[in-house]
């Protein structure tokens, strides 16, 4: 695919959804880090069901830690991974505030030290919460830049990588929340929505459907 062709598709998708923010409800750093975290194999609807009750009671490191691992545990027990995610935020709340003075840190470094922050998570805080120009690489980015053929890759660092190196600059910034809800609305897993797609006729993927 050319340059070309890339600064068309996402002039498209800006067209379609100017101002484009994640699903998750948050309203401070730190709960955006939360949800983020517990979306880990979860639904945002799934997430945001349990954090519209957990932050009415705690949304700060020291309120999660008054909790517990097995309070925050009956906030969260309908979501994948419940316990490992308990122990991870429980930790990470520790480390936040015996080291960041209970902020989010804006450092990729210190934010993947925290326990169940990983590259995604990292570049989704470093992206949503501060600004930064980060593409957090999901299935449905993954499964969208290897489909149209914006970024092929055989991993998610690999597409990560050449998505910040093909993606024209000024779209940079919202890319990631571009692709992940055209993947998750449109080019979706089985059986893609590309009758319906704005991008159809730049797409490079073979098999388009009539749907």
Excluded at 80 to 87: P, Q, T, V
Aim: hydrophobic share 35%; proline share 4%.
């Amino acid at each position: 695919m050319n340059k070309e062709k890339r600064t068309q598709i996402f002039s498209r998708l800006k067209e379609q959804n100017p101002h484009p923010e994640t699903e998750l409800h948050y309203s401070s750093d730190f709960e955006l880090l939360i949800a983020v975290v517990l979306s880990a194999q979860a639904t945002d609807v799934g997430v945001n069901k349990a954090t519209d009750k957990l932050y009415a009671v705690a949304n700060t490191p020291e309120a999660i830690l008054v909790l517990h691992e097995e309070g925050l545990k009956r906030y969260i027990k309908t979501i994948g991974l419940f316990n490992s995610k308990a122990k991870n935020i429980i930790k990470t709340c520790q480390i936040l505030v015996e080291k960041h003075n209970s902020q989010v840190p804006r450092d990729r470094a210190s934010l993947e030290a925290l326990p169940g922050v990983g590259r995604k998570t990292a570049n989704v805080v470093l992206n949503t919460a501060f600004g930064e120009p980060t593409i957090a690489v999901d299935t449905h980015i993954f499964r969208v830049s290897n489909r149209t053929g914006i970024a092929p890759g055989k991993d998610v660092v690999e597409v990560e990588k050449r998505l910040m190196r093909l993606v024209p600059e000024e779209f940079k910034q919202n890319a990631h929340h571009w692709l992940i809800l055209h993947g998750r609305y449109t080019c979706i897993a089985r059986t893609p929505r590309c009758g319906s797609c704005i991008i159809e006729d730049l797409c490079e993927f073979k098999k388009k459907t009539s749907d």
